[in-house]
């Protein structure tokens, strides 16, 4: 079953057993998918969409940070359910130990050691953690390593 075919599965599973939040971020992964559908005309295979999946949980990460600030427990309550909801339909995410040890492959692979090639770092790494890490993480532990 494709990623697609799983998201349309468990949005009919979600409006049944009357999930609200549920239902609706699986609408808004699918909207966003059917949009890059549309703007680039190609159908999209799991690993883009694991690309957008990735994009979503982003903004509410970053909308989390936002809503904590504002003390505004309803929404914190309310992005967590999504998060959730998204990360289920993610690759497992890295943890620090095991983005480390990729950081410093990437780094003796490419024989770098200062923070001028820091760009050729992250555009190397990034592929190989799609969907599994988060940039602003990737880039802080390339940073501690390229000191």
């Known amino acids: 079953m494709t990623l697609k075919e799983q998201l349309l599965a468990d949005l009919k599973a979600a ?4 999930e609200k939040v549920k239902k609706d971020t699986i609408t808004m992964i699918r ?3 059917l949009q890059e559908e549309k ?3 190609i159908t999209l295979d799991d690993d883009q969409i694991i690309v957008i999946a990735s994009k979503q949980l982003k903004q509410r990460k970053d909308s989390l940070e936002d809503f904590k600030k504002a003390n ?9 359910e999504e998060i959730k909801v998204i990360e289920s339909y993610l690759p497992k995410q890295l943890d620090q130990d095991e ?3 990729i950081v410093q492959e990437t780094i003796d692979e490419l024989g770098v050691c ?4 820091m760009g050729k ?3 190397t790494i990034m592929p190989k953690v799609a969907g599994q890490a988060d940039g602003k993480q990737v880039n802080k532990i390339v940073q501690n390593i390229l000191k």
């Open 121 to 123: 770092v992250m555009k």
């Open 15 to 18: 409006m049944k057993n009357k």
């Open 39 to 41: 703007d680039k005309k």
């Open 31 to 33: 909207a966003a998918i």
């Open 99 to 101: 983005l480390t040890a």
């Open 114 to 117: 200062s923070k001028k090639d």
């Open 72 to 80: 505004r427990e309803d929404l914190i309550d309310q992005t967590l």
